[in-house]
């Protein structure tokens, strides 16, 4: 087991999210091993499930600063990054940063911005830090992306480009509420707006704390070759022209690594590999019918499942 601090402070955020987020514990703790593996996540699903509140009670729930950016067709980079205006009075150029330069960016409806837009969030998203006018700025910490879309929606919108895709840790589907759980969110008639009075359970420390002990989660040799033939068999299927990449297969290791931590544990077990397979993987691969697993996730992930079924587990 972690030690007794630990497990609390993660059972506290999980808890806290679940105040305004009902019934999707599952959702929320997928959004936990995000947070606790230092890696970004996108929430796919149809409009009105909760996904943007669902980023910003993660945001609020940490001692830490939040920007939303509302992705549109006119948005610009210089409207992420931030941009150099001169000061006439100091005759100089001055940066002003934009809102990635925050501890959480909650990026809602993210496939709205045409790709060059997006291709702003890609340094960002892999190397903590901007690149402007020559010159190199880093990132708070902890620096988390939680990026929003609909996927059925395809007027006025842009498929997300693969590596941007692949520098998203996890792709989850919040889905509808159960009947219990939309009982709940109608007798309390408006409950986004409980998250103004959410308070904040974690310091941004905590969370730095989080993520070094998640890296230091025991990981088998004979768990890392399951997951490689897992990733391997990506890249040999017929059905995918495109499999997993490297990337790809330390992102599954993180995230079993996370799951393990979350889940009180100090060491990997084979389930932490088989449950975040999909979600971490199916959104990586190109299909040989043509598509995008963007653009067709069901597929995608029916593919991944077979294989998963292929591999042996140890």
Same mark, same amino acid.
């Given at each position: 087991?972690?030690?007794?601090?630990?497990?609390?402070? !993660?059972?506290?955020?999980?808890?806290?999210?679940?105040?305004?987020?009902?019934?999707?514990?599952?959702?929320?703790?997928?959004? %936990?091993?995000?947070?606790?593996?230092?890696?970004?996540?996108?929430?796919?699903?149809?409009?009105?499930? &909760?996904?943007?509140?669902? &980023?910003?009670?993660?945001?609020?729930?940490?001692?830490?600063?939040?920007?939303?950016?509302?992705?549109?067709?006119?948005?610009?980079?210089?409207?992420?990054?931030?941009?150099?205006?001169?000061?006439?009075?100091?005759?100089?150029?001055?940066?002003?940063?934009? #809102? !990635?330069?925050?501890?959480?960016?909650?990026?809602?409806?993210?496939?709205?911005?045409? #790709? /060059?837009?997006?291709?702003?969030?890609?340094?960002? %998203?892999?190397?903590?830090?901007?690149?402007?006018?020559?010159?190199?700025?880093?990132?708070?910490?902890?620096?988390?992306? !939680?990026?929003?879309?609909?996927?059925?929606?395809?007027?006025?919108?842009?498929?997300?480009?693969?590596?941007?895709?692949?520098?998203?840790?996890?792709? !989850?589907?919040?889905?509808?509420? $159960?009947? $219990?759980?939309?009982?709940?969110?109608?007798? =309390?008639?408006?409950?986004?707006?409980?998250?103004?009075?959410?308070?904040?359970?974690?310091?941004?420390?905590?969370?730095?704390?989080?993520?070094?002990?998640?890296?230091?989660?025991?990981?088998?040799?004979?768990?890392?070759?399951?997951?490689?033939?897992?990733?391997? /068999?990506?890249?040999?299927?017929?059905?995918?022209?495109?499999?997993?990449?490297?990337? &790809?297969?330390?992102?599954?290791?993180?995230?079993?690594?996370?799951?393990?931590?979350?889940?009180?544990?100090?060491?990997?077990?084979?389930?932490?590999?088989?449950?975040?397979?999909?979600?971490?993987?199916?959104?990586?691969?190109?299909? =040989?019918? &043509?598509?995008?697993?963007?653009?067709?996730?069901?597929?995608?992930?029916?593919? %991944?499942?077979?294989?998963?079924?292929?591999?042996?587990?140890?």
């Amino acid at each position: 087991m972690t030690n007794a601090v630990d497990q609390p402070l !993660i059972e506290k955020l999980i808890s806290n999210v679940g105040q305004v987020i009902l019934g999707k514990r599952d959702v929320v703790e997928l959004c %936990m091993i995000a947070l606790v593996a230092g890696e970004h996540v996108l929430l796919e699903d149809v409009p009105g499930v &909760g996904k943007t509140s669902l &980023g910003r009670a993660l945001a609020r729930s940490v001692a830490a600063t939040f920007a939303r950016i509302q992705f549109t067709p006119d948005l610009l980079p210089a409207d992420i990054v931030g941009s150099s205006i001169f000061n006439q009075v100091e005759a100089k150029f001055e940066f002003h940063p934009g #809102p !990635i330069f925050h501890n959480f960016v909650l990026g809602d409806e993210i496939n709205r911005a045409p #790709p /060059r837009t997006q291709a702003a969030l890609l340094e960002a %998203m892999s190397d903590r830090q901007v690149s402007i006018d020559g010159v190199t700025r880093d990132l708070p910490s902890p620096f988390m992306v !939680i990026a929003t879309q609909n996927p059925f929606e395809f007027e006025g919108t842009y498929s997300l480009p693969e590596s941007q895709l692949d520098r998203f840790l996890l792709r !989850i589907s919040v889905g509808y509420p $159960d009947a $219990d759980a939309e009982l709940k969110i109608l007798d =309390s008639q408006l409950p986004h707006l409980g998250l103004n009075h959410l308070p904040s359970v974690l310091t941004r420390e905590q969370v730095i704390d989080l993520q070094q002990q998640s890296q230091k989660i025991t990981f088998d040799t004979r768990l890392k070759r399951y997951l490689l033939e897992i990733v391997h /068999r990506t890249r040999q299927s017929r059905a995918l022209r495109v499999g997993v990449s490297t990337r &790809g297969a330390l992102h599954l290791q993180r995230a079993a690594q996370a799951r393990a931590l979350v889940q009180g544990r100090q060491f990997v077990i084979p389930d932490d590999i088989k449950v975040l397979a999909i979600p971490t993987l199916a959104h990586r691969v190109l299909l =040989s019918s &043509g598509g995008s697993a963007g653009n067709n996730r069901r597929l995608a992930e029916e593919i %991944m499942a077979g294989l998963l079924d292929e591999v042996a587990v140890p």
